[in-house]
């Protein structure tokens, strides 16, 4: 596919001058803005943490993954030593239009069904929350008015679609050491199929898959349903941004709002599975590095995932096959995340143990 004009516009020709860098974004220069001007990791946490890294009792990397998760958490923070107290997982929303086709194993009413299923502390994530003391809050976009087929037109209106990326942006409040992204809407998984490959090319069929578990009857239609989306708005956005209107749901639009503005009010995320992830992408697409502190947190089932992450760059922390959505992915991480900030900060150094760091031979 040849390089596209909704890739990599031209950022800096906007002129949003907010009140403070973490000003509600209005219209879509605005958030074009923002990602023009992103700050970057804090190098001199992360050098402090390598410091102290290298003094533990253990060999040099012998905790794998879990020291780079503690530099990591560190840099985005702007702490010699990060913390992983207050966690909070935000769950969006959002009913899809291109439902109605049958491209899920589930109808409609469902998305309302399980928000108050996670309110009443039913759901999967509801028990991890609880497991993990993290602090779980579910925002409902307008499930009254399931966003436009988006086989037939874009899914949102510009003001539709900024009201939802509004909400997202919102939901990240300051003090938070680490934040969990999760989603709930059903046919989500044929926008993140369509809004993926619209992004990042090849064949619509590789990133659809069965979502919540469609015979091969529907899969079939669903296929059909994400080919005919690409097809009608690929070449029609102006940019990707212009893509996760046509092709998202408020509950995208509002994730990649919740990205955004943790990247500003400098909060690490675990992105859940594959359409948090891919609501994420389009923040990739105009401005590499959008996503530098994100860690997506597993690798779906669905085929399309481990795709996006290749494109990405983005390497999972588990796989489990799970397919669940709802955050559920991301919190599980969480495990992972405090278990790396409790050896970092909880170990002897090499000196106050008294033990010889090297073979003196």
Known sequence: MAERKRGLRKLGDTSFAPGSATATPRASADIRCLLAALPGPDEGAAARVAAREAVLTKPAGALGRLEELTAWLAAWQGRASPEAGRIAARIFAGNHGVAARGVSAFPAEVTRQMVGNFEAGGAAVSQLCGEFGVELRVCALDLDR??????????????????AFATGFDQVQ??????????????????????????FGGLPAAWTGSGTGVSAERLAVKRAAVADAVQRHRDAAEDALDLLRRLGGRELAAIAGAVLSARLRRVPVLLDGFVCTAAAAPLAALAPGALDHCRVAHVSAEPGHRLLLRHLG????????????????????????????????????????????????
Request: proline share 4%.
């Open 146 to 163: 399931p966003t436009v087929d988006l086989t037939v037109a874009p899914a949102m209106s510009e003001v539709e679609f900024l009201a």
């Open 174 to 199: 300051p003090g938070i050491d680490l934040l969990c992204l999760g989603e709930m809407g059903i046919g989500n998984t044929t926008a993140a199929a369509a809004l993926a490959c619209s992004l």
């Open 314 to 361: 983005q390497r999972p922390l588990l796989a489990l096959d799970m397919r669940l959505g709802e955050a559920s992915g991301a919190v599980l991480a969480v495990a992972l995340v405090r278990a790396a900030v409790a050896c970092h900060t909880g170990m002897a150094t090499f000196a106050s143990a008294g033990v010889n760091n090297r073979d003196a031979g």
